[in-house]
């Protein structure tokens, strides 16, 4: 199928009274478009082969099932675009250097494309935390959720008052630039502010606040930031100056809210060997009475841990693969069924109180208590 006939037939079929709207799960779409962003930025749109409305709480993510180089590899990202344009969404993605899945996005996901996506999930978000004043604070590409929590205010006519804003290394790293020049020049009570690192090298000179974000451009840019809610999405070490500052104000951190996209995934199944070999020299070191044993009921495997590893990190010793994306129980992958024992579960919203009381863990935030037997 070429690409003029996938856009015509999904145009076609569109009718917003028949349309399903998509729920929690796993889905299959189609890539129809790919935009440009920056030079190390691109946004891919989906839409399902059976119409679907994508609905969503703006400031969440799905997780993409791709298979690379004969390997299935899972990871989330944060939908950009807004649930008030529902017939398709999108993410955007910004090559991490070296990184095996935005790299081969930037090079292989074209039109027509199709693949499954997990979700929509994800507690940052602005419909939980209703407010009349917010202030955004993003790093780079850290703007994915706070642009789909913009595209949500403009296209819904929200009495929000916004102050936004945008750190980007350089001018021509500024991510959506026209798109937020014209929502913010349309609605007097959204202001954005961006912050560049530095000038371009050899263009655009920036004639705006320079350097890193500090406290005196936030009095200036946000001299009431104390009484709004914030949400903060960028590099660890930006998001943790933030905080910082927040915190040294006297800052009431229950309205503020984070999302981090978090560290490198391990790649398991290259390490396995590597991993026995690690963990038998570190059980060695150990009393034989301090392991504790994980047992995969539906493989048939176990494995003795040392007290501190995951459940993840167990099943990874013996092979086996659980998908896993973010690595710190947000995105739900990695989610298993326990059948015994006791594990503390340190995670960030990845998994429903439901899920919970079902016996469901996320294998790569469940650390065991002693022995433990799961379904994998
Ligand atoms: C909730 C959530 C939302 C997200 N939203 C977005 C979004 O909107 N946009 C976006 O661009 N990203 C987003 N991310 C990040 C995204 O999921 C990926 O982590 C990111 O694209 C990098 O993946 P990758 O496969 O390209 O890199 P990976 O292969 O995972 O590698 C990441 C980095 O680590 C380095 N690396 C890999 N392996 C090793 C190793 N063994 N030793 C040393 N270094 C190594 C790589 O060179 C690379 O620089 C989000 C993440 C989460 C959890
Ligand atoms: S991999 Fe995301 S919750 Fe475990």
Not at 135 to 159: E, H, K, Q
Not at 231 to 255: R, S
Not at 259 to 279: M, N
């Amino acid at each position: 199928m070429n690409n003029t006939s996938v856009s015509l037939l999904n145009t076609n079929a569109l009718n917003p009274i028949t349309t399903q709207s998509w729920s929690n799960g796993r889905h299959v779409v189609r890539c129809v478009k790919v935009i440009q962003e920056t030079w190390d930025v691109k946004t891919f749109c989906f839409m399902a082969e059976q119409p679907v409305m994508f609905f969503f709480k703006p400031g969440q993510f799905v997780t993409l099932e791709l298979e690379i180089k004969g390997e299935q590899v899972f990871r989330s990202y944060t939908i950009s675009s807004s649930p008030s344009v529902p017939y398709s969404f999108s993410i955007t993605v910004k090559r991490a250097p070296g990184g095996l899945v935005s790299n081969w996005l930037h090079d292989n996901m074209i039109e027509g494309y199709e693949l499954a996506v997990h979700g929509p999930v994800g507690q940052f978000n602005c419909i939980d935390f209703p407010a009349e004043k917010v202030l955004m604070l993003s790093g780079g590409v850290g703007i994915t959720p706070l642009m789909s929590m913009m595209r949500w205010y403009f296209d819904t006519n929200s009495a929000v008052d916004v102050e936004f804003i945008h750190s980007a290394r350089s001018p021509k790293d500024i991510i959506y630039h026209r798109e937020l020049e014209h929502i913010f020049s349309r609605i007097p009570e959204f202001k954005m502010h961006i912050v560049c690192e530095q000038s371009d090298k050899l263009g655009e000179a920036w004639a705006g606040f320079r350097g890193y974000l500090t406290k005196q451009m936030l009095e200036l840019m946000a001299p009431d930031f104390m009484e709004r809610e914030v949400y903060c999405c960028g590099p660890t070490p930006y998001m943790n100056a933030v905080k910082h500052l927040l915190e040294q104000n006297g800052f009431d951190m229950k309205h503020y809210h984070e999302e981090s996209f978090g560290a490198t995934p391990v790649d398991v199944q290259e390490d396995v060997e590597e991993f026995a070999e690690l963990a038998q020299e570190e059980a060695d070191a150990i009393q034989a009475s301090d392991l504790l044993r994980v047992d995969f009921a539906s493989t048939g495997k176990s494995v003795q841990i040392i007290p501190g590893e995951t459940v993840h990190a167990a099943a990874s010793k013996l092979g086996l693969h659980i998908p896993k994306a973010c690595g710190m129980g947000i995105c739900g992958t990695c989610k298993v069924m326990k059948i015994s024992g006791e594990v503390e579960m340190s995670h960030n919203g990845g998994i429903t109180d439901e899920d919970v009381a079902e016996g469901y863990i996320l294998s790569c935030c469940s650390v065991p208590q002693g022995d433990v037997v799961v379904e994998y």
